[in-house]
């Protein structure tokens, strides 16, 4: 990962973890950069998850072929997308109790990728507390495997 697409990805993690801490709902972030650094950030809200993150992809990938040209970003590069999400644990559901309703745990997932890669890649960071302001926990973003380039 090039320190660019490190930035642009930690970048749209912090902004979306402090909107959560204050209790609000960003919907289905992408972020897009083009080679001279010029970023855009476009939220959807309107529809169901599923649908606005097909939005968001056919949003960068549209990018990477033409810019944006509303915020001035000529053809995008790099990005990333994040939004509302769960994951699930395994220990959990293998546990003594086997508590299904304790092993979906609230995550934010971001996707990410820069041209010229091999692919493109996923990740997921723990948050606990959503609106709680100073309550509001998150881990350490983990690696989530690798998905299709959209650049």
């Not at 930035?7 to 083009?34: F, H, N, Q, R, S």
């Not at 959990?92 to 692919?119: H, I, M, Q, R």
Request: aromatic content about 8%; glycine content about 12%; overall charge negative.
């Amino acid at each position: 990962m090039t320190p660019e697409l490190d930035a642009l990805t930690c970048d749209v993690i912090g902004a979306y973890l402090d909107a959560l801490a204050a209790g609000d709902d960003p919907g289905v972030v992408a972020c897009i950069e083009d080679a001279a650094g010029h970023r855009s950030q476009v939220s959807f809200t309107d529809d169901g998850e599923e649908i606005c993150l097909e939005a968001a992809q056919s949003h960068v990938s549209q990018a990477a072929r033409q810019g944006y040209q509303p915020d001035g970003v000529s053809k995008a590069v790099r990005y990333a997308i994040a939004y509302l999400g769960y994951v699930c644990d395994d220990e959990a559901l293998s546990g003594p109790a086997g508590n299904a309703t304790e092993a979906y745990l609230d995550a934010l997932l971001v996707s990410f990728g820069e041209k010229g890669a091999a692919c493109g890649y996923s990740a997921y960071v723990l948050v606990r507390g959503i609106g709680e302001g100073d309550g509001f926990q998150w881990a350490d973003p983990e690696p989530a495997g690798e998905e299709d380039l959209l650049v």
